[in-house]
């Protein structure tokens, strides 16, 4: 048994809950190792009250010797000294002496308890089979003493005795019954913590429900709870104990809130006190003591009361293994402290609190790294990270409160202020006397010396930045590289500190956060004069001169800063080069003409706009755009190229990708995608060759993001590499005033030489500064070009009519070639298109600007051969234009004049007509051959007419009586007027044509006809053949008579003579007086010949007879074609005519009508049939076959009747009707139609009333 | 209530972003771009985890000796941070969030007006009404 109960309480962890040992001290003390080591040994479920979960625990315990002074008095709120539980150890195995002496012991012992109210105990009889043997004989049987005690003290309380067989011997039975005493004893200790805990903490309620009473007090109620976490800690439910402190920390923190809020609590009064010390957490001991006794007193101060509850909430923490979390709530009670000082109005000496603060990081993170294995560490830094930022933020604004980042060092208000300081640090713990690296030790330091402060403070930041880079809080880092940077400066070591600054710039410029932007590059222009880099410092004021986050002195400042030195005319040679974009952005260019495209020699203006961002004008000495120049080789071609490149009127836009502190400049993927559609054409037919896109700004978008351009970082280390390429072509103006906003200025543009002019770079001047604008992007081009002459002629109006007189324009585009004073254009003149002179011909002068310059009267030459128009002096590049009237003649007919040779010895082109696939109208190509002044070669222009008519005739017969009808159609759009139709006979005068025509002058509208009729008339014989002309006059409708053209249109008729006539009857059936459908009826078909053989008609077919009369063959044939008729038997025949005048020949044949009414006569055809001598073949008239397709329909309808006749006829004519080559050689009988006029039938259009078959009593009607 | 509150894309730069007392914006400025360190810590750490049914309240940020700073992020990444003064104590958590849920709602408002282009600063006069009636009222 140890002397515990000698030794003052110490709060550690040694602390077990106490148990007292009363009667057989020997007995227990031989007990005690085995009881003590077993105890412990296996877990008791723990079961709680207040619905807490319950917990498996492990019971140690404090075995004392029972003395009555251990007991608690009434009213003793104190845990750690109370015991739980008392045993009583006896051995008696004896009546007598149980009867004499343990038997009183024990009622002593139970009074001693009972007047305490203590019920946690037990009696424990200890049996060893050494005692039963020794006093076999005399003793009662031993459950008899248990049986005794029981009665004796456990009423009704059996469990409260235990027995303990054979302790020391290493038996199953004394095992067993070691273990259902441990069960038992660790029950009863479970039994008393539930108990007395319940109740202490039912008293701690009590007591907390007192808080609002006035004479609460907040240190009382903490020592209270304080026990029951140290009861807790006891038991090793730390959890549970750190939940106590918990509470009291929301307590405390409540009151102080309640304090802000006007609810002030008594107590709160000695937290108020002026902050005295301030000398960190101490996070070394489990209790610290010192601390803890002044709280009981009452005399704690804030940082006091808060460094002990957050000591012990770490050292829980530390014992639950989470060790990140202390410094998690170590961050957060940093803040709360200085929060809660704040509120409390606590008076603190300026600085304490970032003692306080600087101290406490520090100690905290020496406790963890203590604590924690590295891997443990690192996984947490994001916690750590910030104590070391939060210490490396204190360390500085203790470091400038007392005069240690000055370069001229602390001043003695600075030292009397820092000895204030170290004197409220106190004394050095004994704990850390003996570490070097202490906190305590380290703000000593620190703040001892302007050396050792600058140490620390790095190695602080430098700690700060290298753990937030670790965990990839990179904008954190920089922030504290930017502190770290001010820090330098104050130093003088802008050198250091424009690294920082940059880095930080960098990160706010890429993410676009214009503040922060114009703040550090204020600090860093503030570097880049003192280390005296003039380039970079020129580069940054221009930046800030130009930043609206500044005001207008500050902007104003920075823009003197630049004039200034552009003012100090420098012997350097090498100017300083600047990147425009900072200076003044290009917003527009804009061409004058928009084309941007001029002849040579011509103006180009190109206007720009640049929009100033200088807060005050500024005047350039010289604003240069360097141009490159690309010798055009496409001539004339580069025109249209140019023309079709340059959209939107000649002004482009430039987006400002590169500002400086927008939004968007390092965002999203840069510039847009500048597509263009290509095609590919073939240059001689004008066909797609191929097509594709492409991209027109590959160079900006392909180009590494990460290269350091000068564009990209204006602000960069490396000055931008920007150089005026020497020796180009420049668009130059001198001293011109930018004002603040946008400016327009005007260069004239060099238009010396053909080509494509692209403009590269701008340069602005101001003394020795240049502001270099390295590319200009979108590219722009202008082009110079150099233009042959050249002309056209063209219709003034759609389609040109042939045989009116026509309006042509005529356009002179006078390119490079200048036109003199007597410059003439020679048209060659031609018969078919003469060119009608007229008074006045005025031709226009227009400028490429398509303006009107000027008017003149063109003279007009005609001569034989050639009609010269003399030109007015036209300068270059201008456009001349006139109109002349032509008249194209109308081709009357086959007439075709020889060729001729044209004044210039060139073959004329005869006109030819031909039909055109859009009109109906035929058109006619008039070639006009014309020498130009400024080229030896003629230049052919061609026009196409169209015939405004189509004529078409026919020969028309009456018996011997002929007839000619002409048929003009009008096929053009336009109506005309037709007079004085004429229709002559060019070889027989003796032919008279009287016209049948009765007006004299007719309307032919637009796609309308006229039919004109003439009878011939003859004395003698009619000739074979009559050449006829068709003429009349016409004019476009409502136009007066001299406007009239003559219109000619030449025919030929030839076999006009009638020379057979075909007469027909039909006699109906014998005994009827009609015809009767279904009935067959006789056909008389009677030929009869007219005139006498003329000369032509004997030698071409007759042939003589054997009795000498001439005959020629005939071939007949009846079909009809309209299904009315059935021809029975024959339907065709030969029949032999005697070639003289009035010989006649009749043939019968049997047809029948299929209907009833008025049915016209079947169609008799009369056709040549020529024997197999004939020596011409004609090619075979179609019109046969669709006659004999109706032949056969014939045949086909009478199906029944066969007729071999028929048949054979059929063969005969389809062989001539489906005639080919092959049988063109062979002689075959052929027939041949007669000329229109030849025959002339007397039935055509004659008709018969058939009736209808008498037994037809049935009538079909049908009504629609 | 809020000192500062700030709108910032989804690529980082501020839509909007707005302070009380005018005299400390830089200082809040370099607070909001600082916090986005830890914005993006939270959005990686609880991508992993939770899938799409993510939280969009991020909740305290890192707290300073004078400020405390919240975060939220929407679905598209777009940023919202609210900074609310230390000493201001009576704010609960869940009026951090029911501030962070109208200034969504206002946002997907000026998001839904046709004339805004996306990406732009914020000039809604509404989204700025809303935001005045967070902000404290300094007289």
């Not at chain 1, 008293?203 to 429900?209: A, G, N, P, S, Y």
């Not at chain 1, 590049?877 to 060729?899: K, M, W």
Request: proline share 5%; glycine share 6%.
């Amino acid at each position: 048994m140890e002397q515990q109960e000698e030794k003052p309480i110490i709060y550690t962890m040694e602390n077990k809950p106490i148990v007292t040992c009363a009667g057989d001290q020997g007995l227990f003390t031989s007990l005690y190792t085995s009881l003590a080591q077993q105890l412990p040994r296996e877990p008791m479920e723990w079961r709680r009250t207040y619905g807490r979960a319950p917990k498996m625990i492990h019971l140690e315990a404090n075995f004392v010797q029972f003395k009555e002074e251990l007991l608690p008095k009434e009213g003793n709120k104190a845990l750690l000294t109370f015991p739980f539980l008392h045993i009583y150890w006896t051995d008696c195995c004896d009546t007598e002496v149980y009867k004499t002496s343990v038997r009183e012991d024990m009622m002593r012992w139970q009074n001693s308890l009972r007047t305490h109210s203590s019920a946690d105990w037990v009696i424990i009889v200890v049996e060893t089979n050494d005692t039963k043997k020794k006093n076999k004989t005399n003793i009662l049987p031993r459950s008899s003493i248990v049986d005794k005690i029981r009665s004796d003290f456990c009423n009704k309380q059996n469990d409260r005795c235990v027995v303990l067989s054979d302790p020391l011997k290493d038996s199953s039975r004394s095992q067993e019954s070691w273990n259902s005493l441990l069960l038992k004893l660790r029950t009863l200790l479970l039994m008393s913590f539930t108990k007395n805990l319940g109740r202490f903490e039912d008293d701690m309620r009590t007591l907390r429900e007192k808080r609002t009473q006035p004479g609460w007090s907040f240190c009382e109620y903490f020592m209270v709870q304080e026990e029951l976490a140290f009861v807790f800690e006891m038991l090793q439910q730390f959890e549970d104990a750190l939940v106590q402190y918990d509470e009291l920390d929301a307590l405390f923190t409540q009151y102080v809130l309640n304090f802000g809020a006007g609810d002030t609590a008594n107590w709160l009064g000695s937290f108020c006190a002026p902050v005295r010390s301030w000398s960190g957490l101490l996070l070394r001991r489990p209790i610290d003591m010192e601390k803890r006794d002044g709280i009981q007193r009452g005399e704690a101060s804030l940082l006091d009361l808060r460094s002990y509850l957050f000591s012990r909430q770490c050292t829980l923490l530390i014992f639950l293994q989470r060790p990140w979390e202390v410094t998690q709530r170590a961050l957060e009670l940093l803040h709360n402290c200085v929060q809660e000082l704040r509120l409390l109005e606590v008076s603190v000496l300026e600085g304490a609190l970032d003692c306080w603060v600087f101290l406490s990081c520090l100690e905290v993170l020496h406790r963890i790294e203590g604590c924690c294995d590295q891997a443990q560490l690192a996984a947490n830094c994001s916690y750590t990270v910030g104590l070391w930022a939060y210490a490396t933020d204190k360390l500085k604004s203790l470091g400038e409160l007392c005069g240690l980042v000055l370069e001229k060092g602390p001043t003695s208000e600075d030292l009397n202020r820092t000895v204030d300081l170290l004197a409220g640090l106190g004394d050095e713990r004994p704990e850390t006397v003996n570490s070097l690296q202490s906190p305590y030790k380290k703000l000593k330091e620190a703040l001892s010396s302007v050396e050792a402060f600058e140490r620390h403070y790095l190695e602080l930041s430098h700690a700060a930045m290298e753990m937030y880079r670790a965990i990839g809080r990179l904008r954190s880092a920089r922030l504290v590289g930017k502190s770290l940077a001010e820090f330098h400066m104050r130093k003088g070591d802008p050198a250091r500190a424009e690294t920082f600054l940059q880095e930080a710039l960098k990160s706010y410029v890429s993410e676009g956060w214009s503040l922060p932007v114009t703040h550090t590059r204020k600090q860093i222009a503030e570097c880049q004069k003192l280390l005296g880099r003039t380039d970079d410092y020129l580069q940054t004021s221009a930046l800030l001169a130009g930043d609206v986050n500044l005001t207008t002195e500050e902007r104003k400042h920075f823009c003197q800063e630049i004039l200034t030195f552009a003012g100090i005319s420098g012997d350097q040679s090498q100017k300083v080069t600047l990147s425009m974009g900072v200076f003044t952005q290009l917003t527009q260019l804009q061409f004058h003409p928009a084309t941007a495209s001029v002849h040579s020699g011509a103006v180009l203006k190109v206007e720009l706009t640049l929009r100033c961002l200088m807060p005050i004008p500024v005047n350039i000495q010289q604003l240069v755009a360097s141009i490159h120049f690309d010798v055009d080789h496409g001539g004339t071609h580069g025109r249209s190229k140019g023309t079709q490149r340059q959209t939107n009127q000649g002004t482009i836009e430039f987006t400002q990708g590169n500002s400086s502190v927008g939004p968007h400049s390092y965002l999203g993927t840069g510039p847009a995608l500048e597509l263009d559609e290509i095609q590919d054409r073939s240059p001689s037919d004008n066909s797609l060759n191929s097509t594709g896109v492409v991209c027109k700004n590959t160079h900006l978008l392909m180009r590494r993001h990460d290269s350091n351009s000068p564009l990209a970082t204006p602000n960069c280390v490396s000055p931008p590499t920007v150089a005026m390429k020497e020796g180009a072509q420049m668009l130059k103006v001198q001293d011109v005033t930018l004002k603040p906003g946008n400016n327009s200025i005007v260069f004239t543009a060099p238009s010396g030489q053909p080509g494509t002019y692209t403009l590269r770079q701008l340069c602005a001047t101001i003394g020795e500064v240049q502001f270099v604008l390295p590319h200009i992007y979108p590219s722009v081009q202008y082009e110079v070009y150099s233009q042959e002459p050249q002309l056209t002629v063209e219709p003034l109006a759609e389609p040109l009519l042939a045989g009116l007189p026509q309006m042509v324009k005529f356009t002179l585009l006078t390119g490079h070639y200048t036109v003199k004073k007597g410059d003439a254009l020679q048209l060659s003149n031609t018969d078919t298109m003469p060119i009608l002179p007229s008074s006045t011909c005025t031709a226009r002068t227009h400028s490429p600007a398509a303006e009107l310059v000027g008017e003149n009267i063109l003279s007009i030459q005609s001569s034989e051969k050639v009609t010269s128009i003399s030109l007015p002096p036209t300068p270059p590049y201008h456009t001349l234009e006139f109109q002349l009237e032509v008249l194209c003649i109308i081709p009357s007919g086959s007439d075709r004049p020889a060729n001729e040779r044209l004044t210039n010895g060139e073959v004329r082109h005869r006109p030819r007509s031909y039909s055109h696939p859009d009109t109906p109208m035929t058109a006619i190509d008039q070639r006009m051959s014309i020498d130009c002044p400024w080229s030896i070669y003629s230049t052919l222009l061609a026009l196409t007419f169209y015939i405004p008519f189509k004529t078409k005739h026919s020969l028309l017969s009456a018996g011997n009586r002929k007839y000619v009808q002409v048929c003009v159609q009008n096929v053009s759009d336009v109506s005309f007027t037709l007079a004085e139709v004429k229709l002559t006979e060019k070889q027989h005068a003796s032919l008279e044509l009287q016209s049948l025509n009765t007006k004299s002058q007719q309307l032919l509208c637009s796609k309308h006809s006229v039919f004109c009729l003439w009878e011939v008339r003859w004395k003698e014989d009619l000739p074979l053949c009559l050449q006829c002309v068709f003429s009349a006059n016409f004019s476009p409708f409502n136009q007066d008579i001299s406007a009239f053209k003559p219109y000619h249109y030449q025919f030929q008729l030839e076999r006009v003579t009638t020379l057979y006539s075909v007469r027909a009857e039909i006699v109906p059936p014998a005994g009827e007086q009609q015809c009767r459908s279904g009935l067959l009826c006789g056909l008389e078909v009677c030929i009869t010949r007219l005139t006498e053989p003329a000369e032509g008609e004997l030698a071409e077919e007759s042939k003589t007879d054997t009795d000498g009369l001439k005959t020629t063959k005939l071939m007949y044939e009846v079909a009809d074609s309209s299904s009315n008729w059935a021809v029975c038997g024959r339907s065709s025949g030969m029949v032999s005519m005697p070639m003289t005048a009035n010989a006649t020949h009749k043939v019968q044949i049997e047809v029948m009508p299929l209907f009833a009414g008025h049915l016209p006569f079947p169609k008799i055809k009369v056709l040549k049939y020529l024997p197999h001598t004939a020596a011409v073949a004609i090619q075979p008239d179609p019109d046969s076959c669709v006659e004999n397709d109706s032949l056969s329909l014939l045949d086909k309808t009478l199906d029944d009747q066969a007729d071999t006749a028929s048949i054979r006829s059929r063969g005969s004519v389809h062989s001539v009707g489906s005639g080919d080559q092959q049988q063109k050689g062979v002689a075959m009988p052929r027939l041949e139609p007669f000329s229109p006029g030849q025959v002339f039938n007397h039935t055509h259009a004659r008709q018969v009333l058939v009736l209808p078959a008498t037994d037809d009593h049935i009538m079909e009607v049908n009504a629609t | 209530m809020a000192v500062c509150i700030a709108v910032i894309a989804k690529e980082n730069y501020p839509l909007y972003i707005r302070s009380v007392p005018t005299q400390n914006e830089l200082k809040f400025h370099y607070t909001v771009h600082t916090s986005l360190d830890v914005v993006e810590e939270k959005i990686s750490s609880v991508g992993k985890s939770m899938g799409d049914q993510r939280e969009l309240y991020l909740g305290l940020l890192y707290p300073t000796e004078d400020y405390k700073v919240y975060g939220y992020v929407t679905n598209s990444k777009v940023k919202f941070v609210i900074v609310v003064d230390s000493s201001n104590t009576s704010l609960r958590d869940n009026e951090i969030r029911s501030m962070f849920r109208k200034l969504h709602n206002s946002f997907t408002d000026v998001m839904c007006n046709p004339f805004h282009n996306p990406g732009d600063h914020i000039q809604s006069k509404a989204f700025d009404g809303i935001v005045s009636g967070m902000m404290v009222q300094t007289g």
